[in-house]
Each structure stands twice: as C-alpha cells, then as structure tokens.
C-alpha cells in the first residue's frame, strides 16, 4: 500500500509564488510592478484606517488628496476591492495578484434635458432640474470605452483629459 504525501501550500509558498509574479511583470516592462501586491488584508487595514479619519497616500503620487481603499458590487453581486487616486489614476486590484495600473479620465458635455432634479446616470452627479448640459467626467481603465446612458455618446480616446498630477 502506498500513502501519498501532500505538499502543504502554506503562506510562504503564496508570498514566494506573488513575489515571482511581481518579479516577472517588472521584467516584462510594467513600470507598477515596483508597488507589489494589494491583498485584501492590506485593504482592509487602509478601509479601516479611512473609516476612523487616517491619512492615506497614493503610493505612487503621493496625493492624500483623492486616495482611498474603495469597493463597488460587480454585476453578478460579489464586492470588488481595490485602491484607487483620483489625482493621478493609479489604480489596484485587492486580489494580491494584480499589478497595479493606470486608468484614464474621460469628459464629454452631456446633452440632456433633466425635467427633475436626479442623479446622472452617466457621470453619477446630481443635477438641479432644469439642467440642460453638463461636464459628465468617467474614469475607465484602459482599453475601455463607455456609452453614456443620458445621452447615447460613446466615450473613447478622443474625450480623454489629463489627470491633475501626470505621472
């Protein structure tokens, strides 16, 4: 009779594994290989901090200004966890895995009558009634392109605005 051994995948195993992933994306090129990995305890830790008034700064701009741990439900009801700076764009998945990256700021003047006070559905802003046209600002990580819901315009490279710090 022959018994099997498991190899227990202990948390070293996990963290030598992500350090070699982070290794082989700075190799590669990718200029956010340098912040590491964002866990989700990581997350935690800053959503807490932020909940009782810390400071928090963007790793890679410095900005205390717009950065925060965020989360936001997906489609299908599962909470999606990142960090984020709305000064600079860098942006990071807490899945311990994923580089971080830079998402891109879009504007368009959105052409809709808003016979009620109500939130856009496009930029998420409210609006007084009577608003007729307004800066509708999305950020939207790369390669993506959006279809205001208000006013029907796709919203692609051709609306892209620099971010108040450049990196």
């Known amino acids: 009779m022959t018994t099997s051994r498991a190899i227990p995948l202990g948390g070293h195993f996990v963290t030598l594994l992500r350090?070699?992933?982070f290794w082989y994306h700075g190799w590669r090129g990718n200029p956010f290989?340098?912040?590491?990995?964002?866990?989700?305890q990581e997350w935690r830790a800053q959503d807490a901090l932020r909940i009782l008034?810390?400071?928090l700064h963007c790793p890679d701009c410095g900005s205390a200004a717009a950065y925060a741990a965020k989360s936001a439900k997906r489609t299908d009801g599962s909470i999606r966890r990142y960090r984020a700076c709305k000064s600079c764009g860098f942006w990071q998945e807490a899945?311990?895995?994923?580089?971080?990256y830079r998402c891109w700021l879009a504007v368009h003047m959105c052409n809709t009558n808003f016979a009620v006070g109500r939130?856009?559905?496009g930029c998420g802003n409210k609006k007084a009634a009577g608003t007729t046209c307004h800066s509708c600002a999305r950020i939207?990580?790369?390669n993506e392109t959006f279809r205001c819901p208000e006013c029907g315009v796709v919203v692609d490279d051709n609306y892209k605005i620099p971010w108040p710090i450049t990196r």
């Open 53 to 55: 008034g810390g400071g």
């Open 119 to 121: 939130e856009c559905c």
């Open 19 to 21: 350090r070699l992933a």
């Open 140 to 142: 939207l990580v790369p």
């Open 33 to 40: 290989a340098r912040f590491g990995p964002y866990t989700v």
């Open 95 to 100: 899945d311990g895995w994923s580089p971080a």
